[in-house]
């Protein structure tokens, strides 16, 4: 989805899970859609593949149907080019390798796969482990 000066792209989110453990997908599109059509949209593309889809999750698999439906772009790390962690530190702010990049539609070898993970701890919560 090529941008030229004055478009817009609006985002879109999936979230599977309960309080604890949850993943969430992102989508870009160039239309901007209310949150009664996107869900539409979403309930149209599950009843579609819920009995049949291999992804890793429904989220996914809901994710790729719009993708091939309605144009939307599947934000995945298939796009990731470059991660740099951040610190206050400037000597700790560097480059992240990123172990394996592919085209969108590519499977990475399965030595090669990861996912990315985003966990939101309290502040007051414990360290695991910890007694």
């Known amino acids: 989805m090529p941008l030229s000066d004055g478009d817009r792209m609006y985002f879109y989110e999936l979230h599977e899970g309960d309080d604890e453990v949850f993943s969430d997908v992102l989508l870009a599109h160039d239309s901007e859609y209310d949150e009664n059509e996107f869900l539409e949209l979403v309930l149209e593309a599950r009843?579609?593949?819920l009995e049949t889809y291999?992804?890793?999750s429904?989220?996914?698999a809901i994710a790729h149907e719009l993708e091939k439906r309605h144009?939307?772009?599947v934000i995945d790390d298939t796009q990731l080019?470059?991660?740099v962690a951040v610190s206050a530190n400037e000597d700790e702010t560097v480059i992240v390798?990123?172990?394996a990049i592919s085209s969108p539609g590519m499977k990475m070898a399965e030595e090669d796969?990861?996912?990315s993970l985003v966990l939101d701890v309290e502040p007051d919560d414990s360290v695991w482990g910890s007694d």
């Open 81 to 83: 080019r470059a991660s």
């Open 47 to 49: 009843a579609a593949i």
């Open 58 to 60: 429904l989220s996914e």
């Open 97 to 99: 390798p990123v172990a």
């Open 54 to 56: 291999e992804d890793d």
């Open 113 to 115: 796969d990861f996912r």
């Open 71 to 73: 144009g939307f772009l």
